[in-house]
């Protein structure tokens, strides 16, 4: 009796307030993403900069420190050690709260002019909440990492604006395509820069460096995505990308493609990607079918989910877990053309 009337009364409200029942109330991820804050692009680096060094997710071991710090004092770079980016706390870089001490202790140093991620690693997507996105919006730098740190890339643009980058870790590895994206991106814009898979005659690492084309065409939009599992985990919550009209990069490492398969379908659910205007894969590494079960293979997995969207998509740019990396600012405008194999930065991501 108690549910009947409280059903009653809460048909009754939504009437009042013009809305149909058989229309959904906008969840609270949607509601956040009606307005998004204005675009904040962060100044350019120079040689000499003061640049942080934190660890927001996963424990890193002495080897990476040691490769981290010289990988951005090789780079020109000042480096600002974050008091905690050593900590360990099972699989996790420190607590929470350290973790996002150092975050905030970095956006608020005068001296630091960008925030470097030393690795990846589960734990990102823990400091969500407590993060001050007000402090971070009066505070603009470049933020940068992959992997993981997708989760912290779409809250932080989602929530003020600041054009973060998709792009190496600290210790990753520096090839020389690796750093020419890195420049031409944040040190010397050079727009519009085109990012290219490979052609064809290259000679490939693996079967999964293969680019292909899944549906042809043209189309320009911002840029968001990141990682895979972390957009399929955002999914539902107020941190999650709104992907309408957009050009979406993903990418994704050791899974098999029943749950990519998974994932995606997820995303193709609960979010908007499927008015998406274009999707440039990257690099799906050890992502092929395991022992003799039955599966899909990747190609036939992704095109599966992604062929039937009425949207350009195509696979192989060189972004993620993967030696040759790009850089990819997040909010920026950019086009993909899968006729020529390429994704087009249209503007510059700095100031």
Not at 76 to 89: D, I, L, N, S
Not at 148 to 164: E, N, S
Request: charged share 20%.
């Amino acid at each position: 009796m108690q549910r009947r009337t409280f059903f009653k009364q809460t048909g009754l409200a939504a009437l009042a307030a013009g809305l149909s029942l058989s229309e959904p109330m906008a969840s609270n991820a949607e509601s956040s993403l009606a307005a998004p804050p204005r675009l904040h692009r962060p100044a350019r680096l120079r040689e000499g900069a003061t640049v942080a060094l934190i660890a927001p997710g996963s424990p890193i071991s002495d080897e990476k420190i040691l490769k981290s710090l010289a990988n951005l004092t090789a780079l020109g770079f000042t480096v600002k050690e974050g008091e905690h980016w050593r900590a360990r706390q099972g699989y996790l870089a420190g607590t929470d709260e350290q973790r996002v001490a150092d975050l905030h202790r970095a956006f608020m140093d005068p001296e630091v002019e960008a925030v470097w991620c030393a690795r990846g690693g589960y734990g990102g997507s823990r400091l969500l909440p407590m993060l001050d996105y007000d402090l971070i919006r009066r505070h603009p730098k470049v933020f940068i990492g992959y992997s993981d740190i997708t989760a912290l890339h779409l809250a932080i643009h989602q929530k003020t604006g600041l054009v973060t980058f998709h792009g190496p870790v600290a210790a990753s590895d520096y090839l020389d395509t690796t750093l020419k994206h890195l420049k031409s991106v944040l040190f010397n814009p050079d727009f519009p820069y085109s990012i290219p898979v490979p052609s064809q005659a290259e000679e490939l690492p693996g079967e999964e460096f293969r680019p292909f084309v899944i549906r042809p065409g043209r189309a320009k939009g911002a840029l968001t995505g990141g990682n895979l599992s972390l957009l399929s985990a955002l999914a539902g919550t107020s941190y999650s990308a709104s992907f309408r009209g957009k050009i979406v990069f993903i990418e994704d490492i050791g899974e098999q493609p029943y749950r990519l398969d998974r994932m995606l379908t997820q995303l193709l659910q609960a979010t908007d990607l499927a008015k998406a205007a274009g999707i440039a894969l990257g690099v799906f590494t050890d992502c092929q079918p395991k022992g003799d079960a039955p599966s899909l293979s990747l190609p036939d997995a992704l095109r599966d989910r992604l062929s039937n969207l009425g949207i350009p998509v195509a696979y192989g740019f060189p972004f993620g877990h993967i030696a040759h990396q790009a850089t990819l600012p997040y909010g920026i405008q950019a086009e993909i053309d899968t006729e020529k194999g390429t994704l087009t930065l249209l503007e510059s991501a700095v100031e």
